[in-house]
C-alpha cells in the first residue's frame, strides 16, 4: 500500500501550494504519511506537529531527525501552549472523524483559532459510508467547519480506487 500512499499524500501537500516560508499545522498525524512531505516543503518555515499519541510521535521523530523545521507537541490541541493566529496552514488528515463527537466542535474551533486572518485549513475524512461504516458525513464535516468561522473554499467527494469514499475541504479564516 505504501506505494500508492506516498504520490497519494505527496500530491496533497503539493496542492496546497506551499511557497516554502509557512507556518504549517499538522494536527493528528498517525504514522507520519504525510509529515516529511510538509517538513520537506518548508525550508524557510516551520511545521508543528501535535498528536495525542506518544508512540506515533516517537515515530515521526526518528523519521523527521534531518528536518530541524519540525517540532512536536503531544497532548489536547486545547490544552497546549500553542498562540492563537499563529499558523498559515492547518492540515487535519483522516483525523476530525476520529475526534468524539462531543469535542469535535471544540477541537475544531481551537484549530480555527491558531490560523492567521487569511490562513487556510485543509480537512479530509472518510465519509461515513464506506466500507467499514467509520467515517463523518460530508455533511457533517461542513458543519463542523462552518461552525468554526472559517469560510468554504472548496469541497469535494472523492473516490480513490484503493480506497472508501472521502471529503476533502479547503477552509479559510476571513
Ligand atoms: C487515522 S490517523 C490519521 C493519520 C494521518 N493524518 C493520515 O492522513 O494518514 C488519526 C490520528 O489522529 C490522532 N488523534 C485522534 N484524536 C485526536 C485528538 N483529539 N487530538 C489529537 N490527535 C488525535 C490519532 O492519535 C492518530 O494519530
Do not use: C
Request: overall charge positive; cysteine-free.
Amino acid at each position: 500500500m505504501t506505494f500508492i500512499q506516498g504520490p497519494f499524500y505527496k500530491k496533497y501537500v503539493a496542492d496546497m501550494e506551499l511557497k516554502g516560508d509557512e507556518s504549517v499545522l499538522e494536527f493528528g498525524p498517525g504514522s507520519g504519511k504525510m509529515s516529511r512531505y510538509l517538513a520537506e516543503s518548508l525550508p524557510d518555515g516551520r511545521l508543528t506537529i501535535v498528536d495525542l499519541s506518544k508512540a506515533w510521535l516517537g515515530l515521526i521523530r526518528k523519521k523527521l531527525m534531518k528536518y530541524p523545521n519540525v517540532d512536536l507537541k503531544q497532548g489536547k490541541i486545547m490544552d497546549l501552549p500553542i498562540a492563537d493566529g499563529s499558523y498559515d496552514v492547518v492540515v487535519a488528515s483522516f483525523v476530525i472523524h476520529d475526534v468524539d463527537e462531543d469535542e469535535r466542535q471544540r477541537v475544531v474551533d481551537t484549530l480555527a483559532g491558531k490560523l492567521k486572518s487569511g490562513g487556510r485549513m485543509f480537512v479530509r475524512d472518510p465519509e461515513v459510508s464506506g466500507r467499514n461504516g467509520h467515517g463523518i458525513t460530508g455533511a457533517d464535516l461542513r458543519s463542523v467547519m462552518r461552525n468554526s468561522g472559517l469560510n468554504e473554499l472548496s469541497f469535494k467527494r472523492l473516490k480513490p480506487f484503493y480506497m472508501g469514499p472521502m471529503n476533502e475541504g479547503v477552509y479559510i479564516k476571513e
